[in-house]
């Protein structure tokens, strides 16, 4: 099962576990209509794709040439740059690491109350295939690079 972080955080609040507010967004003027209603003075813009990386990735024309926007995560200060940036990354294509050269076409964003962080942690469920199970991950030393973590010190995880 692939689920975006739009919905898995969706099934985390139903269980009471704490999350940040969001939105899902399909157009721009959705965008600029969350960060609003969120009502913080800032926010994140997140590309909601089913692939790893998305902060480090690059947003391209469909051409696959010319680079719209490095990054599909995005932290904005106003809704009219909410818009902006939801205009540059969705109906494109995001490359990512785990993507594949022909990246995915990004359909929606995920506009997220930004917060203070006082720790990353990661917390993982993935398929195993070799065993054939799901396997749970964890570590302390969380966060978008959590496959260097993991080739770094092997046992963090």
Known sequence: MNLHEFQAKEVFRKYGIPVSQGQVAETPDQAAEAFAKLGGPVAV?????????????TVYEKDLKTVRLQGGVKL???????????AKILGYPLVTKQSGPQGRVVRRVYVEAGCDIAREMYLGAVLDRKAGKPVLMASTQGGMEIEEVAARDPKAL
Do not use: C, F, L, P
Request: proline letters at 0%.
């Open 45 to 57: 813009v997140k590309s909601q794709i089913h692939a790893g990386g998305r902060g480090k990735g």
């Open 76 to 86: 904005v200060k106003s809704a009219a740059e909410a818009k902006d940036i939801a």
